[in-house]
């Protein structure tokens, strides 16, 4: 942000380190990593499942998947599916995803609550317990060299929601990590992140909420002539916890852009 202000320089390839959602591993894993390295990096916080139970749809989904006895399932929006091991179970969940992301948010809620009723899975009340991170954790890392940004406080991707929805998003999950942290909230990263998830009105909103910077899923990297003519659509680049040292080397350098 400074460097866009022209208020100091920043090296040839510079990275910025990030995180989205708001998980508890964020703090019990990499935290201690970056502090021993003396690394900055950036938490985007869902500021509704900071210190809850509640879980992310996705996380649902993999608890069901993960604890079904069943093979095959009519599942709605996808129609009759079936596999035979883990990895085609993933395809199959996966792709259900998928379809749930272009729902509106009313009606993926009311897909995703059929899944575990079809898939024979009953969920425990604890079953997601500790998967978030508290105040107290988001409060000590904010101290020690970590920013905290917003993330929505729902993390519902903003063009399946009115325009005053958005709004609402923006600002009062602004505010909360504000008041929770004591320091200002300048960025943001868009729930989901891809192309059709964000619009120019959208990051005139965040503009306008008091935003300096948003970031996207879209591939990356971004070059610093792209960054200053929008910095309210930064790309990223995505890392799994499948990649190689190969492939996190050819997502640096920039292959995954060929396929965005």
């Keep these: 942000l400074a460097w866009l202000r022209g208020e100091q320089g920043l090296p040839p390839r510079a990275a910025m380190i990030t995180f989205d959602d708001g998980y508890q591993d964020n703090w019990a894993n990499a935290y201690p990593i970056l502090r021993a390295r003396n690394l900055p990096a950036i938490i985007f916080l869902t500021t509704?499942?900071?210190?809850?139970?509640?879980?992310?749809?996705?996380?649902?989904?993999?608890?069901?998947?993960?604890?079904?006895?069943?093979?095959?399932?009519d599942l709605p929006l996808i129609g009759e599916q079936s596999w035979q091991n883990d990895h085609e179970m993933e395809q199959v969940m996966l792709m259900w995803a998928e379809a749930a992301k272009l729902l509106p948010e009313s009606e993926k809620e009311k897909a995703l609550q059929r899944i575990p009723?079809?898939?024979?899975?009953?969920?425990?009340?604890?079953?997601?317990?500790?998967?978030?991170?508290?105040?107290?954790?988001?409060?000590?890392?904010?101290?020690?060299?970590?920013?905290?940004?917003s993330h929505t406080i729902s993390h519902p991707i903003l063009t399946r929601i009115s325009i005053e929805q958005v709004k609402e998003e923006l600002v009062e999950s602004k505010k909360r990590i504000e008041a929770e942290i004591g320091m200002p909230v300048k960025s943001f990263a868009y729930?989901?992140?891809?192309?059709?998830?964000?619009?120019?009105?959208?990051?005139?909103?965040?503009?306008?909420?008091?935003?300096?910077?948003?970031?996207?899923?879209?591939?990356g990297p971004t070059s610093f002539a792209t960054v200053k003519e929008n910095p309210y659509a930064i790309r990223r680049i995505f890392l799994l916890h499948a990649d190689s040292f190969s492939r996190f080397v050819g997502k640096m350098t920039g292959l995954a852009r060929f396929f965005a």
């Design 48 to 73: 509704n499942y900071i210190e809850k139970n509640t879980p992310f749809y996705w996380d649902t989904l993999a608890y069901v998947f993960r604890h079904t006895k069943k093979d095959h399932a």
């Design 117 to 149: 009723e079809i898939l024979d899975v009953l969920i425990p009340e604890n079953a997601f317990q500790g998967l978030h991170l508290s105040w107290d954790q988001v409060r000590e890392m904010a101290q020690n060299g970590i920013e905290m940004g």
């Design 191 to 219: 729930p989901n992140g891809g192309v059709a998830d964000f619009t120019p009105r959208i990051s005139g909103l965040l503009r306008e909420s008091g935003y300096h910077l948003a970031f996207s899923l879209i591939p």
